[in-house]
């Protein structure tokens, strides 16, 4: 490990590329989680005089602590330290104005770009030496490495340590660091160590130092190989400058923005649903847990309330345990719910107590728990799914993290459960919050209007479909007349047979569409498939063939010309999802350029100057639900931006998806 401080950093010349990484505390900042040391690499032939420090492979790394080790930290006692050494390690405040102006002028790598940005300008814990502070470096980051990964080499792992291992560059030395943490946080969160906490920041810094430097080397010599390749004429380096970079960082902008959300209000509703939820619990025949519900459903046990158990053929069964040597019967919503249309006894109880603890815990509390201290609800969009032993993060569509706001439950499905309490919405929640907190704004949502139906038309060929679109006909009632059936099933078959799923799918897919409210059985979800796919034998067409493309070629070409690649393992298992690709990935190509409009559209007319004067925060493009856009826009001004954003979409949708035309719905949230 080279022992430096950024003050001595050689002086590069200007324009050099250098890479940046940080280790911290936590991944939220709104979880508490701040930067607890930055690592920088360079090359040594930027260097305008020699170092002569040691470098590997002409790459030179040094990691800085500003806020690491146990006995720095604020909770700390002096008692059961384990490890010592690392106090008085941290650096100052004018180290800190030492880097930042070592960096200024250079042009910066990183690889999950997006993470050590929104770290970065979260900056420094309030008790480091050099103080709470943070810069934003998003005009200096012109490079991350892991987008670099998805563009060159898709169907590789993303991640830095796989990526250099695959190149031959190195290895990662994160299994001590891992072990460390492994061993020893739990020690430290009995003392106040925040759960939380990643458990970085308690490394001793002699193991911590050179792991951080190692990884800012690797991702420098990333960087180089990727380089070369874009030089070379590989991938696409259009797509990887004037896209996934510009979304990297709108992802950025719109974390530090935010949903705003009144978090003290939502709190004081938990009570309000855990005060019903007693009170609902009062008509159960036996104690308000899980497995007193298992107990009374599937046994013929007898209460700690008196009352006999049903004794019920389990649906389904999980793992064995002691209590359940033939394996725990499976009691989830979707079971519970058929137990109460069919009018199990207590089973509508149990629901409705189930449901009460679910809004109480993941929505009205959940949701409070994780407003940030400027009363703004931050998800983290990634335009990279994590990949895991099921996932290959290969997917277009975005994933959202920390806080699943995609979930957010409509009004409609919280009418029972709300009935009797003079409380809002989840959603209502938020309208409110806008415009008690935010006088003169509104918060809109733009919304694609069925895009899967008419892209999925105009990349098949459905001539019946394309024709209801062009001549502005009621396609759900086309679907109807077609296939005999009511106008609200066809309009289900036609959202859930687009992609060539079978009948018993189908059925198990409108009862979770319409949250069992409707349940088909085996011969009428028949009487619905079949005739709706000989109305539309395109899409079973389109299925067959994009499933041999994807096994003979391991991808298929979206509407714009990219190519959404398959796995190995994806071409193996997953090959008839090829056609759903096909449509969804096109629509995500098409809504990334929107996104980006929207947010030039809001820029041009000031939004977040005006914002800034007004002192109310993050505005303009706040988040993406699905193939939405949800914008907070100044009252006076939102009727324009509004039409502007819809036209640049229509626009941008005429020049990708000729032959059908599209459409964007707008109305205020709420």
């Known amino acids: 490990m080279i022992d430096l401080k950024p003050s001595q950093l050689p002086r590069l010349r200007a324009g050099s590329w250098v890479a940046l990484d940080t280790e911290t505390s936590g991944l939220y900042p ?54 010592g050494g690392d106090d008085g390690l941290n650096l100052p405040l004018d180290e800190w104005a030492a880097l930042l102006m070592w960096l200024d002028g250079l042009r910066i790598v ?35 490495t892991m987008l670099g990964c998805k563009n060159l080499w898709p169907v590789h792992a993303k991640g830095l340590g796989p990526t250099a291992a695959r190149l031959k560059l190195g290895a990662k030395l994160g299994d001590p660091v891992k072990d460390w943490i492994r061993k020893n946080k739990a020690k430290y969160v009995a003392q106040g160590y925040p759960s939380w906490g990643s458990g970085y920041d308690l490394v001793p810094w002699l193991v911590m130092g050179e792991y951080a430097a190692v990884d800012a080397v690797l991702t420098l010599k990333v960087f180089r190989v990727q380089q070369q390749e874009f030089l070379d004429g590989f991938g696409d380096w259009t797509e990887f400058c004037t896209k996934q970079m510009p979304l990297m960082k709108q992802f950025v902008r719109m974390e530090r923005r935010g949903m705003p ?47 006999a158990g049903l004794n019920l053929t389990p649906v389904t069964v999980g793992k ?20 109460a249309r069919d009018g199990v006894p207590a089973a509508g109880i149990w629901k409705l107590y189930t449901d009460l603890g679910r809004l109480a815990s993941m929505y009205y509390g ?44 409509h009004d409609g499905k919280l ?3 709300l009935e009797g309490l003079d409380m809002p919405s989840v959603r209502g929640l938020i309208a409110r919050a806008v415009e008690e907190d935010y006088p003169g704004w509104d918060l809109w949502e733009l919304d694609l209007s069925q ?123 997953d090959a008839r999802k090829g056609w759903n690709q096909r449509v969804q990935g096109s629509i995500q190509q098409l809504f990334q350029e929107w996104l980006l409009e929207a947010e030039e559209i809001c820029n041009r007319h000031g939004v977040q100057t005006r914002a800034d004067a007004q002192g109310i925060g993050g505005a303009g493009v706040l988040m993406t639900v699905h193939d939405s856009i949800i914008c907070l826009l100044p009252r006076e001004l939102a009727e324009v931006i509004v039409k502007e954003i819809q036209a640049a979409a229509v626009r941008l949708w005429d020049d990708m998806f000729p032959g059908v035309p599209g459409a964007v719905d707008a109305k205020t949230f709420g």
């Open 30 to 83: 709104d979880d508490g989680a701040r930067v607890a040391s930055v690592s920088v690499a360079w090359f040594v032939a930027d260097e305008v005089e020699p170092s002569g420090l040691p470098a590997d492979d002409g790459v030179i790394g040094v990691a800085f602590p500003f806020a690491h080790g146990i006995e720095n930290q604020p909770w700390f006692n002096g008692a059961f330290a384990l490890f």
């Open 110 to 144: 990183m690889h999950n770009a997006q993470y050590d940005l929104i770290m970065m300008d979260a900056g420094l814990p309030e008790w480091a030496p050099a103080g709470p502070v943070g810069v934003k470096l998003d005009t200096a980051t012109q490079w991350d």
């Open 451 to 573: 895009a899967e139906l008419r892209v999925g038309a105009l990349l098949s060929d459905c001539k019946p479909m394309l024709r209801a679109f062009k001549e502005g006909r009621d396609l759900h009632q086309d679907t109807a007349d077609l296939i005999h059936a009511p106008r609200k099933t066809a309009k289900m078959s036609n959202f859930l047979l687009l992609f060539d799923g079978g009948w018993n799918t189908f059925m198990r897919q409108v009862k979770r569409q319409t949250g069992g409210e409707v349940q088909l059985t085996p011969a009428e979800a028949k009487k619905v498939v079949f005739p709706w796919k000989r109305a539309y034998p395109q899409y079973k067409k389109m299925a067959d063939i994009w499933e041999r493309f994807v096994t003979e070629h391991g991808f298929v070409p979206l509407a714009n010309g990219q190519l959404r690649w398959f796995t190995a393992r994806e071409r193996q298992w």
């Open 415 to 417: 009418e029972a459960a």
């Open 366 to 409: 959940g949701y409070a728990d994780k407003t940030g201290p400027d009363g703004r609800l931050r998800a983290r969009i990634r335009q990279i799914r994590e990949e895991t032993k099921t996932s290959d993060g290969m997917a277009d569509r975005l994933s959202i993290e920390r806080v699943n706001l995609q979930a957010m439950p």
């Open 261 to 307: 959300f009144p978090r003290e209000l939502s709190a004081g509703y938990v009570g309000v649903l855990e005060k019903k939820q007693r009170e609902v619990a009062k008509g159960l025949p036996f104690a308000p847990n899980k497995e007193a519900a298992l107990k009374f459903f599937f046994t013929d046990e007898t209460t700690t309330r008196g009352e």
């Open 320 to 339: 064995a345990t002691k209590k359940w040597p033939a394996g725990a019967p499976t009691l989830d919503a979707e079971v519970l719910g058929d137990f």
